[in-house]
């Protein structure tokens, strides 16, 4: 992979599918999906299903967390190449779970600029840092469900 434009093209492509199948098998067969990539933000979505309830008729916060998850390390991800090369690390996650999450939830981390910035930082630097990413989980109707922080630690290879 080239450029982070280049990653996010083929993210959004059918190869998302094989991405997940290879490297996060359980977030494909949960049902998370790419909805949207841009040097912004990146959103992610699961729907209720069978596969991935809890006993309360509700997404399991697991599977919540996962798509969350990867709403922000696919901002970070999407800049690893031979050029660049970095370690990433989740060292932390808060979360707060405001609705029962039924139906289909989009989780959306809009810090793509922050993540540009704070990677060019990591590649000028010999010591590593952390970010903090925040994505919020809304439903259908575009009422919040849950909110998240993710603590990314990176370091230069």
Not at 57 to 63: G, I, T, V
Not at 143 to 151: L, Y
């Amino acid at each position: 992979m080239k450029t982070a434009e280049e990653f996010r093209k083929k993210a959004l492509s059918p190869f998302f599918n094989l991405f997940l199948i290879q490297k996060l098998p359980l977030a494909f067969i949960a049902g998370v999906r790419l909805q949207l990539f841009n040097n912004e933000l990146c959103s992610t979505s699961i729907k209720f299903r069978w596969i991935n309830k809890n006993p309360f008729r509700s997404l399991y916060f697991a599977a919540l967390q996962m798509a969350a998850e990867l709403s922000t390390g696919l901002l970070l991800f999407q800049y690893l190449n031979k050029k660049q090369s970095f370690s990433m690390l989740l060292v932390s996650v808060k979360s707060t779970f405001t609705k029962k999450a039924v139906g289909k939830i989009s989780f959306t981390c809009n810090q793509g600029q922050e993540v540009e910035k704070f990677v060019n930082s990591i590649m000028r630097s010999e010591s590593g840092k952390t970010i903090l990413l925040s994505v919020l989980a809304k439903n259908e109707t575009s009422e919040e469900v849950a909110h998240f922080e993710f603590e990314w630690a990176c370091k230069k290879r």
